[in-house]
């Protein structure tokens, strides 16, 4: 059970990180023009 969740863990960090990436890029693409 436990491996379970450290796995759920890591993905939900994958995905946050991912989507916090895309922000940023939106972001910087935004300043750029």
């Known amino acids: 059970m436990s491996t ?3 796995y ?3 993905f939900d960090l ?3 990180s991912s989507i916090a ?3 940023l ?3 910087y ?3 750029a023009t």
Request: proline fraction near 0%.
């Open 4 to 6: 379970i969740m450290q």
């Open 8 to 10: 759920f863990a890591w």
């Open 21 to 23: 990436m895309l922000i």
């Open 25 to 27: 890029l939106g972001l």
């Open 29 to 31: 693409s935004d300043r």
């Open 14 to 16: 994958f995905i946050l």
